[in-house]
């Protein structure tokens, strides 16, 4: 790691934590980051001539594993073409149609460059739909980095403990409200402590940044049903499940309609992408026809919408869902099994190819079970993993993804390494 260690140090000198988001430093593992210098199909490597099996998926986009051949072919034809013209361009026209072909409830969407602009333009727009202030998110979802999430946010905010940030104002911090994954209770009590004054309920239908949590039967539909009820938008931000779970998302899989949905990692393809979409009625209130202003000089990339279309297209071949949840569930399976035989508590939450094992008995099933988690035996476990080639996210509160390039022999050595690893944690 001596290459990648002079990085981090010359990085810190003029980057703040060495690191442009905050998780890349390895803070919570007590480990060196590795400098990346390149990534082919399931394996990334560093500087040092290392190779790993990677589970983060460049926490989640890289579904079909990195630099196919196809994305990379159409991204440097594109390329070819020019990077960014600030004008409409075809492949605008063609990603819009295929979301809105894909996603359930999207009718209309517009393109920003991030996740985060993604659900802050989601929640602009349901404050201006229903004029009113005030927004009930969940304890240890995570919606970016917009002043209005960041309480008591889900990944790198819970890996760090970090409950709120400093430069949020009061009245921003105060517009939002936090209730309990999978507790409908706590839902109703702040709607009812709140009387006309919720815009929106925002959830992740799968929870995917604070470990992975399901949803229990029925919240989904209760959230619905509530926030019909009240006449309060309600936005599913599938930035992480938004063409992971399956082509229409968790929405599809659970078979409830939100009114807007949110979306980026996979529908980038690796490159800098988000959406926000859902109902016409309130989609048309934006600017220019609508009096909500939103807009983007990179909107629309013509680079960065030919990775994601050509992503896309593939991932709409026939069975490719089916293909890769079979192989994601063997192989979570003998994960769990490994666990198991190690004889250590833990918990593994899963779904078709994102799964986290938590470092506690369980069950989890929101922010206050996942914090039970032991995150120093997490730290070894995570430790011993990267000595063993095994790139795992560096927090017990991310997923872990398997992606269609994970071949038979990367999961069997990874099976191993896992083996290797249990055996020494429990001696
Ligand atoms: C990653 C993520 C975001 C933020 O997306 P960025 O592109 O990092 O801004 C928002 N919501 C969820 C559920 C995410 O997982």
């Not at 082919?40 to 998926?57: A, H, S």
């Amino acid at each position: 790691m001596e290459k990648s260690e002079r990085l981090f140090q010359r990085a810190q000198a003029v980057i703040p934590s060495g690191v442009n988001s905050p998780v890349r430093a390895f803070k919570a593992v007590n480990g060196t980051p590795p400098y990346i210098a390149g990534a082919q199909g399931c394996y990334i490597y560093d500087v040092d001539g290392n190779e790993y099996v990677d589970f983060v998926c460049s926490w989640g986009p890289m579904i079909l594993g990195h630099a196919h051949p196809q994305v990379i072919q159409a991204v440097q034809e594109a390329a070819a073409r020019g990077t960014s013209f600030g004008a409409n361009c075809e492949i605008e026209v063609k990603m819009a149609e295929f979301i809105v072909n894909a996603v359930p409830s999207i009718e209309k969407v517009r393109m920003v460059s991030s996740g985060t602009e993604a659900t802050m333009s989601a929640i602009r727009l349901a404050r201006a739909y229903t004029d009113r202030p005030k927004v009930i998110k969940f304890e240890g979802c995570y919606h970016g980095h917009a002043d209005s999430f960041l309480s008591k946010a889900g990944s790198g905010a819970m890996t760090f403990g970090i409950p709120g940030t400093p430069g949020v104002t009061p009245a921003t911090a105060g517009d939002t409200l936090n209730a309990q994954y999978n507790d409908l209770d706590s839902v109703q009590q702040l709607i009812d402590e709140n009387k006309d004054q919720i815009a929106a309920i925002i959830v992740e239908p799968v929870a995917g940044n604070m470990g992975v949590v399901l949803p229990r039967e029925n919240f989904l539909q209760g959230l619905r049903d509530m926030a019909s009820e009240h006449g309060i938008v309600l936005i599913f931000d599938e930035v992480i499940t938004g063409f992971r779970l399956g082509l229409g998302g968790a929405q599809e899989l659970f078979g409830v309609r939100p009114d807007l949905t949110t979306l980026g990692k996979i529908i980038g393809g690796g490159l800098p992408v988000g959406a926000f979409g859902g109902k016409q009625e309130i989609m048309d209130m934006l600017a220019p026809q609508g009096p909500v202003y939103q807009a983007g000089t990179l909107s629309g990339n013509p680079l960065a919408l030919t990775a994601g279309y050509e992503t896309l297209s593939i991932l709409s071949e026939r069975a490719f869902y089916a293909e890769l949840n079979a192989r994601a569930e063997k192989f979570f399976n003998e994960f769990e099994e490994n666990f198991k035989e190690a004889g250590l508590a833990c918990t593994a939450n899963r779904i078709g190819s994102m799964a986290c094992f938590f470092f506690t008995d369980g069950p989890v099933t929101d922010y206050r079970s996942a914090a039970r988690s032991d995150t120093a035996l997490f730290a070894s476990y995570f430790d011993g993993m990267m000595k063993n080639g095994v790139y795992l996210a560096p927090s017990q509160f991310e997923a872990a993804f398997v992606s269609a390039a994970h071949s038979e022999s990367a999961l069997a050595r990874t099976l191993e390494a896992q083996r290797k690893v249990l055996e020494r944690l429990r001696s």
